[in-house]
Structures are given as structure tokens and as C-alpha cells.
């Protein structure tokens, strides 16, 4: 089970300008709204959404 863990885990990447890379927010933000409410996850959707519009 603990070899399987750690196949998932990784570091996240962070940009020179103090960010943190989109695909990484952007798989951060998913995972959070698997596991938090529904009003936190709709939040974080927007988030999302807000992130997506400054690229």
C-alpha cells in the first residue's frame, strides 16, 4: 500500500514569480473538490475558472 502512495505523490512546481504552476493549481484545485463541501468546492470551481482567465 505505501509503494502505491508514493507513486502518487510529487512535489509541486513552483514559477520564478512566486506561483505555482498552473497544472499544478489546477490538479490541486480538482482534488479539493472531490473531498470539500459542496458550497467550499463550488469556491474553488470559481478559482479554477479565475485562474484559467489570467493565462
Known amino acids: ?12 512546481k513552483w514559477e520564478q514569480n512566486g506561483e505555482l ?5 489546477f490538479e490541486l484545485i480538482e482534488r479539493l473538490k472531490n473531498v470539500e463541501s459542496e458550497h467550499t468546492s463550488s469556491e474553488l470551481s470559481r ?8 493565462d
Open 1 to 12: 500500500m505505501k509503494e502505491k502512495a508514493d507513486n502518487n505523490s510529487r512535489s509541486l
Open 47 to 54: 478559482l479554477g475558472a479565475k485562474s484559467n482567465l489570467i
Open 21 to 25: 504552476a498552473h497544472k499544478d493549481l
